[in-house]
C-alpha cells in the first residue's frame, strides 16, 4: 500500500523530483522544481513515464542514498467511536466489546466513551442557586482512573489486540427557550473524538462546559462583593438592619454565581461559539493527543428529541465546524450523511485548499466512525473501519500513522484493500502520474464507482469493475499545491475514502 508522494525503489526514476509534502510527512524534503504550462490532460491516459537524462538518474541515485526510505511496513485495522457502559446508552462492557472486535480480525481498539454528559439550567439572576442538573453516566461520573485502567487490564488480557484510549467530548452547549415554555439544549452533540491521550490529568482538565477540572477562575462572580461594602459602610453609620440585610443579599448572590471555575462562555447565550471548540483543539495539541470532529452531517439530532417533560434536545447538522476550527486533526466520515463535507469541491477541499494556500498549518483527515453501543441491524464493531500504516504494533504507532494521514477508510460489506495510491514526477514537462489500484479483499470482481478529485475538482469519475489499476498523467499546470483525493463506491453499499496526497513546487 502506498499512500504518499514519495521516492519508491520499484518506481520509475524521476519520481518526486521536484515534490515538496506536506508538514506532516516524516519524509524529507526532495530538491529541483517542476516546469509549468502544460496542458490539462488525463482521464485515459496511461501512459509509461520518459526515461530520465542520465543526470537526473545520478541526482536521484544520490537522493536514495541520502533519504533511505522507512520501513512502513505494518497494515493495521482499526476501528473507532465506540462506546461501553462507561457512555450514557452504552449496553457492553469494554472486555465485551473488545472479545467482539477481536473475533471480528480487527487488530485496534480505540472506545470512545462519554467524557460528561452533565447539564445544568438555572433561572436568571440566581442560575447558580435556583437550578435544575441532569446528571447521566459518563466517564467523569465513574471515574477517568477507573476508565483508564481498564483499559490497561484490555492490554493486559489481550495482547493481541491494540487498544488505544479515546474520549468522546461535548466542549458546549446552550438553553434556548424557557421551562415555563420549551426548553431546548442546543448543540450538545457537537462532538469530538480525543484519541491518544494516556494520563488521567490530561482529560480530567480537559476545558469543557460542566467539568470543574476544566476552565478558569471566574472573576465576574465578584460583583456581590460591592453589597458587602455597602453591608460594611452601613454597620459605621449605625444602619445595623441595613447592614444585616445586604451583607444576606451578598451572600445570595454570590451564591447564584455559581460554577466559579468554568469556561469563559455562558450557556445561554444566543448562538454558539466556536471559541470553546477551538480551545479544546488547542488544549489536546498541547497534550500531544489527537482531536477529530465527530459525525458532523449526521440528521439524528436535528429534529429535537423530547429527554424531559418540556425539555428537547437538538443540534443541527455542523459541517461548517471543519472550516471555522483550525488544527484539529480531521473529521468522521459517517455513513449516517456525506453531504457537504467529502463531496468534491465541498468543506474539506475547501481546507485543503487552504492548507494549499498557506493559511491552514495542517490538512485535514478523513476517520471512520461508528457511534457503536451494541449491535444492531445495519451496524456493528467493523461496520466502517480505518486501515493504517504504521511503523510497528504498537499503540503509539498507530497514534502516529493517524496524525500523518497514513490510512484510508471503508466501510465494508466486503471490504476494499487499495493496493497503491501514488503521485510521482513522470518527466520534465510538468507531468504528474496518478496511480491508484484497488480491490476486494476476497478477490472476487464487484462493479464500483470512482471518483479522483484534483484541488476540489473531479478528474475522473466511472464505473468499473474491480480490482482495477488507474495510472495515467495528469497535465494540470495551474496552481503552485495541489491535493488529490480518491472515494470509491461499490455494488453491495461498501466505500472507500482516500486521504489527500498533496504536490506543491518549490518556488
Ligand atoms: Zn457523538
Same mark, same amino acid.
Given at each position: ?12 526514476? @524521476? +519520481?518526486? &523530483? ?7 510527512? *516524516?519524509?524529507?524534503? =526532495?530538491? /529541483?522544481? $517542476?516546469?509549468? @504550462? +502544460?496542458? &490539462? ?7 509509461? *513515464?520518459?526515461?530520465? =537524462?542520465? /543526470?537526473? $538518474?545520478?541526482?536521484? +541515485? ?446
Amino acid at each position: 500500500m502506498k499512500m504518499c508522494c514519495r521516492v519508491s525503489r520499484n518506481s520509475t526514476v @524521476g +519520481a518526486c &523530483l521536484g515534490f515538496a509534502l506536506g508538514p506532516r510527512s *516524516p519524509f524529507r524534503e =526532495p530538491q /529541483g522544481s $517542476l516546469p509549468y @504550462g +502544460a496542458p &490539462l490532460s488525463l482521464r485515459g491516459l496511461r501512459a509509461n *513515464p520518459q526515461p530520465p =537524462p542520465c /543526470g537526473i $538518474l545520478l541526482l536521484l +541515485a544520490l537522493f536514495f542514498l541520502s533519504f533511505p526510505e522507512p520501513s512502513l511496513a505494518v497494515i493495521l485495522r482499526a476501528v473507532t467511536h465506540i462506546h461501553s457502559k462507561f457512555s450514557p446508552t452504552g449496553e457492553q462492557s469494554l472486555e465485551a466489546i473488545a472479545e467482539r472486535i477481536r473475533d471480528k480480525g480487527i487488530d485496534v481498539f480505540i472506545p470512545t466513551d462519554t467524557f460528561l454528559a452533565t447539564w445544568e439550567y438555572g433561572l436568571w439572576p440566581l442560575r447558580g442557586l435556583v437550578r435544575k442538573k441532569v446528571v447521566h453516566p459518563s466517564v467523569s461520573v465513574s471515574g477517568v482512573d477507573r476508565y483508564l485502567s481498564e483499559i490497561v487490564d484490555l492490554r493486559r488480557k489481550y495482547p493481541d489486540l491494540l487498544v488505544v484510549p479515546g474520549m468522546e467530548v461535548a466542549p458546549y452547549y446552550r438553553w434556548e427557550g424557557a421551562p415555563w415554555k420549551k426548553l431546548t439544549l442546543v448543540d450538545w452533540h457537537r462532538h469530538f473524538l480525543i484519541l491518544g491521550l494516556e494520563r488521567p490529568e490530561d482529560y480530567k482538565q480537559l476545558p469543557v462546559m460542566g467539568n470543574p477540572g476544566g476552565g478558569s477562575w471566574n472573576f465576574g462572580i465578584l460583583w456581590p462583593a460591592w453589597f458587602f461594602v455597602c453591608a460594611i459602610v452601613s454597620y459605621f453609620i449605625k444602619r445595623k438592619r441595613w447592614c444585616f440585610g445586604l451583607a444576606v443579599i451578598g451572600i445570595i448572590f454570590f451564591l447564584g454565581g455559581r460554577p466559579y471555575h468554568r469556561i469563559p462562555e455562558s450557556s445561554y447565550l444566543p448562538e454558539t461559539p466556536w471559541k470553546p471548540y477551538q480551545r479544546v483543539i488547542d488544549y489536546v495539541n498541547t497534550r500531544g493527543g489527537l482531536v477529530f470532529w465527530a459525525h458532523p452531517e449526521t440528521q439524528n439530532w436535528n429534529r429535537g428529541q423530547e429527554v424531559a417533560d418540556g425539555v428537547f434536545l437538538r443540534t443541527p447538522p455542523y459541517p461548517e465546524a471543519i472550516l471555522e476550527t483550525a488544527d484539529s486533526h480531521g473529521f468522521g466520515v459517517f455513513f449516517e450523511g456525506m453531504n457537504k463535507v467529502a463531496v468534491p469541491g465541498g468543506y474539506w477541499d475547501q481546507t485543503l485548499e487552504e492548507y494549499c494556500r498557506g493559511e491552514r498549518r495542517s490538512a485535514y483527515w478523513g476517520i471512520a466512525e461508528l457511534d457503536y453501543r451494541k449491535p444492531m441491524r445495519g451496524l456493528d464493531v467493523d461496520t466502517t473501519q480505518i486501515v493504517l500504516e504504521a511503523e510497528d504494533r504498537t499503540p503509539a504507532a498507530v497514534v502516529k500513522s493517524l496524525r500523518e494521514g497514513r490510512f484510508y477508510t471503508i466501510r465494508p460489506a466486503v471490504p476494499m484493500l487499495l493496493s497503491k495510491w501514488n503521485l510521482t514526477a513522470g518527466d520534465s514537462s510538468g507531468t504528474l502520474l496518478v496511480e491508484l489500484e484497488v480491490g476486494h479483499q476476497d478477490g472476487r470482481p464487484r462493479r464500483a464507482r470512482v471518483e479522483i478529485v484534483r484541488s476540489g475538482q473531479v478528474i475522473l469519475r466511472e464505473s468499473v469493475h474491480l480490482p482495477h489499476r488507474w495510472f495515467f498523467k495528469d497535465l494540470q499546470s495551474e496552481g503552485r499545491c495541489r491535493s488529490y483525493r480518491a472515494s470509491l463506491q461499490d455494488q453491495d453499499g461498501g466505500w472507500l475514502y482516500t486521504n489527500p496526497l498533496f504536490w506543491m513546487a518549490r518556488r
